[in-house]
């Protein structure tokens, strides 16, 4: 009997201690900023990578709106990001949002496209630690002459510019 409740006692305090590693998980979220040069709204050959781009994750209750976790990074010579992101959060919805472009000729946000959904919780079934957003873009204010010829070899259809 006590060999049995000696072995339940270190069972619960294994599965507490595992609890309390999941509720201080480290999240690695990953992904690029880049310039859209042809203001098509996806990414062409020859987009060009924003280095130095502001983004930010922001984590905000499913419920009440309210955010409950923000946290910025910038972007690395090739337009790549790496921001960490700490504790579960399960009951939050999170989205990285670019903030500010440091080139002045690509600063333009493209509506409706300033922000990406990524999942911050182990409860998902999801057991890697990194996460991959989707990519994220400001706009030339003109696109460039090389345009046409790059939608042409994507068999799309004449846009003006």
């Known amino acids: 009997m006590a060999k049995a409740t000696l072995v339940l006692s270190a069972l619960c ?3 507490a201690f595992a609890n309390f590693a999941q509720s201080h998980e480290v999240f690695k979220v990953e992904g690029t900023v880049y310039c859209d040069t042809c203001r098509v709204q ?3 050959k020859i987009s060009e990578n924003i280095e130095g781009a502001k983004v ?3 984590c905000r209750d499913m419920e009440t709106e309210k955010v409950t976790y923000t946290t910025e990074a910038l972007t690395d010579k090739d337009g790549k990001y790496t921001i960490e992101a700490t504790g579960d959060h399960e ?3 999170c989205d ?3 903030i500010h472009s440091p080139r002045e000729d690509c600063k333009e946000p ?3 496209f300033e922000n990406t959904r990524v999942v911050c919780s182990n409860n998902v079934g999801m057991h890697n630690p990194t996460r991959y957003a989707n990519p994220l873009f400001f706009m030339k204010k ?3 002459p090389g345009c046409k010829d790059v939608l042409d070899e994507l068999g799309l259809f004449p846009l003006e510019f």
């Open 13 to 15: 305090s294994i599965l």
């Open 42 to 44: 996806f990414q062409t």
């Open 56 to 58: 930010q994750l922001t």
């Open 91 to 93: 009951k939050e919805l």
């Open 96 to 98: 990285v949002g670019v």
């Open 110 to 112: 493209a509506i409706g």
């Open 142 to 144: 003109e696109s460039l």
